[in-house]
């Protein structure tokens, strides 16, 4: 009981777990090159996730110094990751994608197989 108690409580761990895996899923198992970047996408943005329930505090207050103020305060350093995070998986992302639009031009198909067996026709 308790097991599902700390699950239910953390629900945003379990929701950064599972979008990895369905990222990773598709990854591995789709040969299109562009779900292979939406999946890549997908596991971005399941690591965004878990970074910023880390750092989330219940209550929580920016950490500004206030003299004499106590309290609860959010850890700043995951948000200032993520931003980092999401500038690289956009930058990424667009490298991926115009690449994928040269492959496109050159071999006419998406498809990782079929421009395996095109290579090895040659």
């Known amino acids: 009981m308790e097991i599902l108690q700390g699950i239910i409580n ?3 761990y379990m929701a ?3 979008l990895f895996v369905i990222g990773m899923h598709t990854m591995l198992t789709h040969a ?3 779900k292979k970047v939406i999946a890549m996408n997908i596991m971005d943005a399941s690591v965004f996730l878990l970074f910023v329930a880390v750092g989330y505090r219940y209550g929580g207050q920016a950490p500004i110094i206030v003299e004499g103020a106590d309290g609860v305060y959010a850890n700043p350093l995951p948000g200032a990751l993520i931003l980092t995070g999401i500038v690289v998986a956009v930058s990424v992302t667009a490298y991926a994608l115009s690449l994928i639009v040269k492959i496109y031009r050159f071999y006419g198909t998406c ?10 026709d040659e």
């Open 10 to 12: 953390n629900y945003y």
């Open 16 to 18: 950064a777990i599972i």
């Open 32 to 34: 299109n090159m562009i």
């Open 111 to 120: 498809d990782y197989d079929e421009i395996c067996e095109l290579r090895s």
